[in-house]
């Protein structure tokens, strides 16, 4: 009977043991090691949406609670689900540890998916006295973002100060032809806005120089037309923006397949226009 106790301990301690030196090794992973044990091997390899690719994010941060690019990993297939509540929780904890990364991304985030403008451009603010004045995150400027949440905002002159800011950027860095053309539509569509008609056009023919088959600017461009008295140039215009919507011609940055962009038009606006002409 002692024998069998004894054996019992043992083996106890043996798989206490054993477990603790699995434990301890884990630990030692560096954090190339982790991505590539749990997401390169693992998450990456399955759909963002599935339950397995969550599973993979917890047991690489129960490896590491201190990664934050695990954090926003494990955020960002809540956002193109719209589960955004959700998504913030792990991407606060990834600015939390790494603000001088994620500040910006966050901002983002807040502006395209989850559209709490006011703590965007908080968020934007923060990432320039963190990062750079003249910074840019997912392809744009900080200067678009901050305008496009106070385009939402209703406050169009500041939308045009900083689409028109960022405008500058790209021209002053690369040249005229590097003008990102959402920038011109967004500034077109503040100015619009401000009923400033003749100008609002000006803006989106940039915009469908460098964009021609651009349905929402021709749809914006109509309804300037139409407000202006250009009436057949505005017909003709809200023909062609009709033929090349139809064609799938519209906001085509990548995250559009999951969100909305401010005023991306829809086929019911084409046919009020067209009715109402105004």
């Not at 030196?21 to 190339?32: A, I």
């Not at 129960?62 to 509540?85: D, I, R, S, T």
């Not at 939390?96 to 991304?105: A, G, K």
Request: overall charge neutral.
């Amino acid at each position: 009977m002692r024998y069998f106790i004894y054996l019992i301990i043992l083996l106890t301690s043996c798989s206490t043991s054993e477990q603790n030196n699995s434990d301890t090794k884990m630990r030692e992973l560096t954090d190339d090691q982790i991505v590539k044990r749990y997401l390169e091997n693992g998450a990456w390899k399955i759909r963002y949406f599935s339950p397995e690719y969550q599973l993979y994010l917890d047991s690489a941060i129960a490896v590491n609670l201190n990664l934050a690019y695990l954090y926003q990993q494990k955020a960002m297939p809540y956002f193109k689900q719209g589960k955004h509540e959700l998504g913030l929780k792990s991407l606060d904890r990834a600015v939390e540890l790494d603000p001088q990364s994620y500040i910006d991304y966050r901002a983002f985030i807040k502006c395209i998916f989850a559209r709490t403008y006011h703590e965007s451009i908080q968020d934007f603010k923060t990432a320039k006295k963190l990062k750079v004045e003249n910074g840019v995150v997912m392809d744009h400027t900080y200067d678009f973002y901050i305008g496009l949440c106070y385009l939402q905002l209703g406050d169009f002159s500041k939308s045009l100060h900083f689409l028109e800011n960022s405008i500058d950027q790209a021209r002053k860095a690369n040249g005229e032809n590097w003008i990102h053309f959402l920038d011109l539509f967004y500034a077109g569509i503040a100015t619009q806005e401000l009923n400033r008609h003749q100008e609002a056009i000006l803006y989106f023919d940039k915009a469908l120089t460098n964009y021609p088959a651009f349905s929402d600017a021709k749809y914006y461009k109509a309804l300037s037309l139409f407000r202006t008295g250009q009436l057949n140039l505005a017909e003709e215009t809200l023909t062609e923006c009709e033929v090349d919507f139809k064609k799938g011609y519209t906001i085509n940055e990548d995250n559009a397949v999951y969100v909305t962009y401010p005023y991306q038009i829809k086929q019911f606006y084409i046919d009020v226009l067209r009715l109402k002409k105004w």
